[in-house]
C-alpha cells in the first residue's frame, strides 16, 4: 500500500467499524468489476443504525445503501458514517456518494483508504471538508487495499491484476510430455472447485495455444457458482480448429491472432489483431484495460506462464503442488523467483495450495 496516513487518532472503535465494512462488501466479491467491493456503516451513539454494500455495477453504491438502510433520518445529523473506499465525487451511473453524504447532513466521516480513480482522487474528501464535515482517513488501509487490490491495480498500474494458476506433481512437472491425448489429472474435486471458485472472481481467463488444442478447455464455471470470465486465447497463426470448446459461442471468447479470419468464427467469438513482432503480453494487457477488464487469471501453458514471470507482468500465483504424485518427467512447472513469498496454504487432501505474491 502506497498511501500513508496519520493512524495515531485511530480508535478501537473505528477499526471495529471499518472492519464491518469490509466485511460487508466482501458480500459482493465477483459482482461489482469493473467497480470495486465497498462496504458502509451508519453509526449513533455507538450503535449501529444503518449499514450497507455495494451489490453489483451500475446499482446504488454502499453509502447509498446505508442511508436508505436508516428508519430514522434524523438521527444522521448525530452520526458517524463509516466507508472502506473514499467516496465518489463524480456522475457515472450513479452520483457522486460525497454529495449525498452532504446533503444527508452526517457530520463525520471515517475512510479505510483514498480511491485512486484519478476521476476521485482526494476529490470526495476534499469535497466533504469543504462543507464542514470532519473527514478521518487511514483505518485499516492495508486491509481495504488488499480486498480491493484488483481495482487499485487497474487505475495504478493502467493494466488488470494479474493471478498466474497451474497445478504441479512433487517433482515439479505440470503435465505428461504428449501430442493429444488426455491431460495429467494432477487436482482433486476439492481444488478443483477451488480453481472454479478463482474463477469466479476475475473478469478474464487466458490459455495459450497448445494448452487449448491438447486440453480443449472450456473455461467456464462448473463447480461454483458465479458468471463465466471472458474466455482469451493465443493464436497467432489462426491454426486452431473451430470446433474446440471454447469457441461453441455459449459465451463471449476473444482470439488473439496476427491477421482477421473473416468468417471463421459464429456470434460471440471476435479476434483482436496484435503486432507479434512486438511484445504481445503487453498488448494484451493493454487492450483489456481499454475494455476495462479489471482481473486476468492466466492458466496455461507453462511457457505462457513463464512469459508472464520473466515479463514481472503479474500480481499474484495459486499454486497447487500434489505432493502424492510424481511424475519423473514431463512438462517442467513455471520456475517461481526466489525472491516471492508465499503468504498462505490451503489443504485439499494430499495438495497444498500456495498463494505468492
Known amino acids: 500500500m502506497s498511501e500513508k496516513y496519520d493512524c495515531s487518532a485511530v480508535t478501537p472503535e473505528d477499526k471495529l467499524y471499518i472492519s464491518r465494512c469490509l466485511q460487508l462488501a466482501r458480500n459482493a466479491a465477483g459482482t461489482t468489476s469493473p467497480n470495486p467491493m465497498v462496504g458502509a456503516v451508519i453509526v449513533c451513539d455507538g450503535k449501529i443504525i444503518g449499514e450497507g454494500y455495494h451489490i453489483r455495477c451500475g446499482e446504488p453504491h454502499a453509502e447509498v445503501n446505508a442511508v436508505a438502510s436508516v428508519k430514522d433520518r434524523s438521527l444522521l445529523s448525530q452520526s458517524t458514517i463509516y466507508v472502506s473506499l473514499e467516496p465518489c465525487s463524480h456522475y457515472g451511473k450513479t452520483p457522486p456518494c460525497a454529495d449525498m453524504i452532504i446533503a444527508a447532513g452526517i457530520p463525520r466521516v471515517v475512510i479505510a483508504t483514498t480511491d485512486n480513480n484519478e476521476m476521485v482522487s482526494g476529490r470526495g474528501i476534499e469535497r466533504m471538508r469543504a ?7 487511514g483505518v485499516l488501509c492495508d486491509e481495504a487495499y488488499a480486498l480491493n487490490s484488483t481495482f487499485f491495480t487497474y487505475h495504478g498500474k493502467g493494466r488488470p491484476l494479474v493471478t498466474l494458476k497451474w497445478a504441479q506433481s512433487a517433482d515439479g512437472f505440470i503435465d505428461v510430455v504428449r501430442d493429444g491425448g488426455k491431460a495429467q489429472m494432477i487436482s482433486n474435486l476439492a481444488s ?4 472454479h471458485k478463482l474463477r469466479a472472481t476475475h473478469d ?8 487449448a488444442l491438447l486440453d480443449n478447455p472450456s473455461l467456464t464455471l462448473r463447480h461454483w457458482p458465479g458468471k463465466t470470465p471472458l474466455r ?13 470448446h471454447l469457441f461453441d459461442g455459449s459465451h463471449p471468447t476473444i482470439v488473439y491472432t496476427s491477421a482477421l ?3 471463421r468464427f459464429d456470434a460471440n467469438v471476435s479476434e483482436v489483431v496484435l503486432d507479434f513482432s512486438g511484445d504481445v503480453l503487453q498488448q494484451i494487457l493493454e487492450h483489456l484495460h481499454a475494455i476495462k477488464v479489471g482481473s486476468l487469471l492466466v492458466e496455461g501453458g507453462a511457457s505462457l506462464l513463464q512469459s508472464f514471470i520473466d515479463g514481472d507482468l503479474w500480481d499474484c500465483m495459486r499454486v497447487e503442488t500434489n505432493g502424492a504424485l510424481r511424475l519423473g518427467a514431463g512438462v517442467a512447472a513455471p520456475v517461481v523467483p526466489k525472491t516471492v513469498k508465499s503468504i498462505s496454504f490451503t489443504s485439499f487432501g494430499n ?4 498463494y505468492l505474491r
Not at 462543507?131 to 482517513?137: H, L, Q, S
Open 204 to 211: 478474464a481467463i487466458l490459455v495459450g495455444p497448445r494448452t
Open 131 to 137: 462543507a464542514g464535515i470532519d473527514v478521518k482517513v
Open 261 to 263: 479470419h473473416d468468417g
Open 232 to 244: 482469451l486465447v493465443i493464436d497467432r497463426d489462426g491454426v486452431l480448429p473451430t470446433d474446440l
Open 192 to 195: 478443483l472447485m477451488a480453481v
Open 351 to 354: 495438495e497444498i495450495t500456495t
